[in-house]
């Protein structure tokens, strides 16, 4: 992958941005504050800096103007004109544009939708990492007691061992004996069990940490729409205040990216159409400011964006009208509630110029909001008093990700089945199952639909549909996706949960029927199934038998080296479920250290780590007379007809491509290589 020369500056320059949008706002507010000033000269030098840096000469003469503006103020003898602020802002909003026309390498232009996310939690907050650092170091102490544990055993084993030897001790020595391995059992079982928990605890609250990391302050948002209402009531002439309520909150950057959009839409209306001028202000009582408050609030799995204003209201009398006469609404358009009428105008389709000429604005930009609600599969609730202002609230979901799923146990794995997909559960008994030639059947509604069970054990041939298996009684699933219904059988229910869906790592299984995972409260990934391709699976296919069991793998464990953790996880999880023992490490260098106290059947290596890479981690074992008969398998992304060479000729048994990956194949390539 080509490197971005630019990347760091970026990540830096965005927050400098953001630093000196907020001060140049507070210093409006303040204009005769030589601390804000003094602030502001400081991030402009940084940016400046950091411009020379990469050779961007014209942002930093941008930075270098915004000193040059700000010299005559930095005692606070007088104030910073509105004016100048106005040219500040100017200059930032070419910095940014500037930053943006920024090149890219080739590979690098399809960025995601959420790259400003990325950038806001590039650099996380170093008292967050300090506490994940923390805990990590707790667990690594942890460890320590338990090898100390295992330690005590061994000795336990040897008394044990001593004692019952059949020899003629006197019966005080043995009994001085058993004493000893009482109490060692005692404090082994003590140990174990406080140090078992003291770890639990500790990764428990490292997993915390490090969801929360994932998570950006809503707060990050607040300058573009404080930026917003100014400029919208400096160009409307009116005056307004813009506030903000819970920025310390975090959620999701992808759901946050998106919904900023139509937030700035609800401010820009707000200032345009909602806030009265300052004259009909005074006119009607109200302070010749306005005020948009936005409160920010967490409730269950979902975030509420309230932004309400102090201004004229909706003029519902006018949707009224609007409905009656541009759109051909039959029927008394007064007896419409408030409610209806809201839930109308925010449907969009209304004309813009009838809804700012007879309404005074609101129909404007709600489109926008409408189809931002839909991406984020959110709602929008409106309230409005006439003369006392409009509230419009978005009720977004906190991941886009966010899952609500039915936990299932299946052929001994945990899986998620998406909830909308379920239909009912049910127990079967076998009277109540037909046996036909396509296969088991069962009535639901009135109808036979197809029950089978599924399967999706590591040792099968294929993941996936399997006959229903003779059993005195079944649970069963009802799932309906793509006009289809089935039930599937499964070993049993454990609940409903909300998780946080994952794309597959490169490396997985390529099965259909499989949408991506989840992280379980122990951080392991789980799968979780597609109903529709379970659906269309079966219809695709008839029955298939049993497929045969691959054979026992040896007893020495299987090391995987990778400095991805997914990875490691994964290919530990395919392992394991299929019978073998498996021991992991971090780093070329970790495994060389493992390799030289401890006997594997197999090295499983990725290539590209930080340190020693995948290549010499194979060509440092093939020229170590006790590791150059382990056979080793190089796990890598890298494609390459050279890649592929050099990895047979620094000595690897195999080289796996991880988009190319096929699991039956990789167990069975392992099975036979551990078996040599």
Request: aromatic residues 2%.
């Amino acid at each position: 992958m080509a490197k971005d020369p630019y990347r760091y500056f970026r990540i830096e320059a965005g927050e400098l941005l953001e630093q000196l949008a907020k001060t140049v706002l507070d210093l409006e507010k303040n204009s005769a504050s030589a601390e804000l000033v003094m602030q502001l000269l400081r991030q402009a030098h940084t940016l400046k800096g950091a411009a020379r840096v990469v050779r961007q000469a014209e942002i930093a003469d941008l930075a270098h103007s915004i000193e040059d503006s700000l010299a005559a103020y930095r005692e606070g003898a007088q104030a910073v004109p509105r004016e100048q602020v106005d040219e500040i802002l100017a200059a930032l909003d070419a910095i940014a544009a500037k930053i943006a026309q920024l090149p890219r390498p080739e590979n690098n232009e399809a960025r995601p939708a959420a790259t400003d996310a990325v950038l806001r939690v590039a650099r996380a907050d170093v008292a967050e990492v300090d506490m994940l650092l923390e805990g990590l170091g707790e667990i690594g102490n942890e460890l320590a007691n338990v090898r100390r544990v295992h330690a005590s055993v061994e000795r336990m084993r040897n008394l044990i061992a001593l004692a019952s030897q059949k020899n003629t001790l006197p019966a005080a020595q043995i009994s001085a004996r058993m004493a000893e391995i009482l109490a060692l059992a005692e404090t082994v079982e003590r140990d174990m069990a406080y140090g078992v928990e003291r770890m639990d605890r500790e990764l428990r609250q490292a997993r915390d940490v490090a969801e929360h990391l994932r998570l950006v302050p809503v707060s990050s948002v607040f300058n573009a729409l404080e930026r917003t209402a100014r400029d919208a009531a400096h160009s409307s002439g009116k005056q307004v205040v813009f506030e903000a309520i819970g920025g310390d909150m975090r959620i999701d950057g992808e759901v946050l990216d998106t919904v900023q959009s139509a937030l700035i839409q609800l401010v820009r209306n707000a200032v345009a159409h909602g806030i009265e001028t300052v004259q009909q202000r005074q006119m009607a009582g109200k302070p010749a400011t306005g005020r948009i408050t936005l409160t920010i609030s967490r409730h269950g799995y979902r975030f509420w964006f309230h932004c309400h204003d102090d201004g004229a209201g909706i003029d519902l009398d006018a949707v009224r009208r609007v409905l009656q006469k541009k759109e051909n609404v039959s029927g008394d358009t007064q007896q419409l509630d408030a409610p209806t009428l809201l839930a109308r105008l925010l449907q969009g389709g209304i004309s813009t110029s009838s809804v700012v000429t007879e309404l005074a604005g609101r129909g404007i930009g709600l489109d926008l909001v409408r189809d931002v609600m839909q991406r984020l599969n959110g709602e929008v609730i409106a309230n409005t008093e006439r003369g006392n202002g409009t509230s419009i609230e978005l009720r977004v979901p906190l991941s886009l990700a966010a899952l609500d799923v039915l936990m299932v146990q299946a052929d001994g794995e945990l899986v998620a089945l998406p909830l909308d997909a379920v239909r009912r559960t049910l127990r079967v008994g076998t009277e109540d199952i037909s046996r036909t030639p396509q296969g088991d059947t069962i009535i639901h509604e009135g109808k036979q639909i197809p029950l089978i069970r599924l399967q999706l054990g590591i040792r099968q041939k294929k993941t996936g549909l399997k006959p229903l298996l003779t059993s005195p009684a079944v649970t069963a699933i009802v799932i309906a996706a793509a006009d289809m219904i089935v039930a599937l059988s499964v070993e049993r229910l454990q609940g409903m949960d909300t998780i946080v869906l994952q794309p597959l790592p490169d490396l997985a299984p390529a099965d259909r029927i499989i949408l991506g995972v989840h992280l379980d409260d122990e951080g392991n990934p789980r799968i979780v199934l597609d109903p529709e391709q379970l659906v269309m699976q079966q219809y695709r296919s008839t029955a298939e038998s049993t497929a045969s069991m691959l054979p026992i793998p040896a007893l020495r464990p299987v090391l995987i080296i990778d400095d991805s953790l997914t990875t490691r996880m994964l290919e530990c999880s395919i392992l394991e479920s299929a019978g073998f023992t498996v021991e992991t490490a971090a780093s070329a260098e970790e495994g060389l250290d493992m390799a030289s106290r401890n006997t594997y059947a197999l090295f499983l290596v990725d290539v590209e780590m930080p340190g020693m890479d995948g290549f010499s981690f194979v060509e440092r074992t093939r020229n170590d007379p006790a590791l150059r008969e382990v056979p080793a398998i190089l796990v890598t992304s890298r494609n390459a007809p050279e890649d592929r060479q050099r990895g047979r000729a620094c000595g690897a048994a195999d080289y796996i491509v991880k988009g190319e990956f096929d699991q039956v194949g990789f167990l069975e390539r392992v099975t036979e290589l551990v078996q040599q």
